[in-house]
């Protein structure tokens, strides 16, 4: 058995304390070798240049927020009861509006954000999997969401309030119509291009959170409306966004601040309960479910996860059904939506077996 002389040992951790090196250190694989591990505050420019757009939308106020908490520590340096404090400062200062719970949200956000960190701090070998603070915090549970689907009186008077006021009511009213049609995402909205309609088979090519991709069914008057907006308005390069402000601005999120403002001035019930852009979505997909069938609202709405009952993977909605909900709900004929195909389930030019 090897004995050590306590005095070199001594001697030994003198020296590494006028280094300023910690002993633990030096037990980590390829110490002496690996790179020094980042602060926060330097490493986070990494994890912004590597996130989407919509990652980047979701949780970069929150990664500002842990720069100005931990920015000049180092990144192994953060424990999960720092992370917990935090989240706790988050939930007690958030806003409090219609529709929010207590902060929670800005919590759960919050998590979700420093867990995107630490999984690039996993995967560029700066921890081990094993050392990530914050995998051992527990999410906070989400509480039922309280939207719920508008009854027709409640969607007459937003579109009311959004006809008669505001300085570029064209735009406003055509984003309505569109997010009441297709039940898109706001996302969905500011992504299109005049390349995603086609205004034969009335369909609009929606891109949404997760990378989805899907052709949405829409009217003849709303296709035709969105590509006469988009001429009217500077658009004529197939790639380039659709909706846009009466400057020929592309369209941004905070049109939508700026219409649902207008509709809680106007609407105190609105207000107090946070009705926004989400609540068109409810609206429609609650509709399609009521008067069609389970399968084709989640058709309608785009839903691809493979969450719940397994049956799920085998009602998935054909375009022509959708197409089908679209015209009952709209009251236009749809080039797809042929009766007697969307009746009876049959695709074109498959025969049935005799």
Known sequence: MTTHDPDR???????????????????????????????????????????????IRSYGTYWSRANEAWGARRVDEIRASDILAWMRRLRQGARQRGGRRDGRH???HGLHAVRALYKLAVADGLLESGDNPAARVPMPRRTPSTRRALTGPELAAINQVVA??????????????????????????????LVDVDTESCLIRLYEKGGTERWQPVSPTLAAALVRHARCRGVHAPEQA????????????????????RVHDRLPWAAAQGVSTHWLR???????????????????????????ASTTTYIRAHVIEVAAALAALTG???????????????????????
């Open 9 to 55: 040992l001594v001697q030994a951790r003198c020296l590494l304390a006028e280094l300023g090196v910690d002993p633990a250190e030096l037990l980590r694989p390829g110490a002496g070798l690996a790179e020094p591990i980042p602060t926060v505050g330097e490493f986070l420019p990494q994890v912004r240049a590597a996130a989407t757009p919509a990652m």
């Open 106 to 108: 800005a919590a759960i």
């Open 164 to 193: 008669t006021t505001g300085r570029d009511t064209a735009l406003d009213c055509l984003l309505l119509r569109l997010h009441t049609e297709t039940a898109c995402r706001r996302g969905g909205a500011v992504a299109l291009r």
């Open 242 to 261: 659709l909706l846009r402000h009466a400057d020929g601005r592309p369209l941004s999120y905070r049109r939508y601040d700026a219409v649902w403002r």
């Open 282 to 308: 409810h609206t429609t997909i609650t509709w399609v479910e009521r008067h069609f069938s389970y399968g084709i609202a989640r058709g309608y709405a785009g839903h691809t996860d493979s969450r719940g």
């Open 332 to 354: 236009e004929p749809h080039p797809l939506a042929q009766p007697d195909i969307a009746n009876s389930g049959r695709i074109p030019g498959r025969s049935r077996r005799r």
